[in-house]
């Protein structure tokens, strides 16, 4: 494996991906980033097995080849180069880091030990606007749940019906629905989505459209923008039936001037 790749794309990338690295101690290669190239593509890629993530940075191609090395060490490392090119080079184990008058060797841990991640969103794909998609989450993530004791609670509920994408939360006190629409779809989807990966796609969008995707068999969602790929287990288990909880219709409206309301709250609060 060789490559040279810009300081400032490399710190990027793996600075987002050191989020997604675990440090269990039953899997050691948890904690690691994965560097990946191929003929035509440079990635790199973390996972905790909860959620995962992967990459794509340009870079100049010399060799295949891939290795994972320690996260946190990596991170550190790139971050603190200068600006300008970084050349990377793996033998056998080690990675080799050059730029400008700076080198040092990393001891990484061989990619086959790496859990195989999604890499692309797949054939059957949804595409939401960036922006539906970050409203949506804003309107029901704080109705999730903490408590694990109730895990379908602790994730959004996520339905793909009648050219809608519905998102739904309950903590069992509040709960929130907020629909999208999205056209005309192939197939109805029902799943439940963790807190976490959910907070991750909003940290990760921009202006672009999602691409989403459902793989029932592998029990998980991939998420794909321009550059990244990020894939999400599903929560197992039957989501309460909401629509018996929201009222089909109101009899009383009424419109309130929403900076008066809020600071009616916040002095009621105050007591």
């Known amino acids: 494996m060789k490559?040279?790749?810009?300081?400032?794309?490399?710190a990027k990338a793996i600075s987002t991906c050191s989020r997604f690295a675990s440090s269990r101690v039953q899997l050691p290669v948890l904690a690691n980033i994965l560097l990946k190239i191929t003929k035509s593509k440079f990635s790199v890629a973390a996972t905790n097995l909860e959620m995962s993530i992967s990459i794509s940075?340009?870079?100049?191609?010399?060799?295949?080849?891939?290795?994972?090395?320690?996260?946190?060490?990596?991170?550190?490392?790139?971050?603190?180069?200068?600006?300008?090119?970084?050349?990377?080079?793996?033998?056998?184990?080690?990675l080799k880091i050059k730029s400008l008058s700076f080198e040092s060797s990393l001891s990484g841990m061989n990619a086959s030990d790496f859990p195989l991640i999604p890499e692309e969103v797949g054939v059957d794909v949804l595409k939401i606007p960036s922006k539906e998609i970050l409203d949506a989450l804003i309107c029901t993530l704080f109705a999730v749940s903490s408590d694990e004791t109730r895990p379908v609670l602790t994730g959004v509920l996520m339905i793909v019906k009648d050219s809608n994408l519905t998102m739904v939360a309950?903590?069992?006190?509040?709960?929130?629905?907020?629909k999208i629409s999205i056209g005309k779809v192939k197939e109805e989807k029902k799943i439940i989505l963790p807190k976490s990966s959910l907070v991750e796609l909003s940290r990760l969008t921009s202006d672009?459209?999602?691409?989403?995707s459902f793989k029932k068999s592998e029990k998980q969602v991939v998420f794909?923008?321009?550059d990244i790929v990020l894939g999400s287990r599903i929560i197992e288990g039957e989501f309460?039936?909401?629509?018996?909880?929201?009222?089909?219709?109101?009899?009383?409206?009424?419109?309130?001037?929403?900076?008066?309301f809020l600071r009616g709250v916040k002095l009621a609060s105050v007591f």
């Open 3 to 10: 490559i040279q790749v810009l300081q400032e794309n490399l």
């Open 57 to 94: 940075i340009g870079a100049k191609i010399e060799k295949e080849g891939q290795i994972t090395v320690p996260a946190r060490v990596l991170n550190d490392l790139i971050s603190n180069l200068s600006a300008g090119t970084v050349d990377l080079e793996v033998e056998k184990e080690n």
């Open 170 to 178: 309950t903590d069992g006190f509040r709960l929130s629905q907020k």
């Open 208 to 212: 672009e459209d999602i691409q989403f």
């Open 224 to 226: 794909g923008l321009t």
């Open 240 to 260: 309460p039936d909401f629509e018996r909880i929201i009222p089909k219709e109101t009899k009383i409206k009424v419109n309130l001037d929403r900076e008066e």
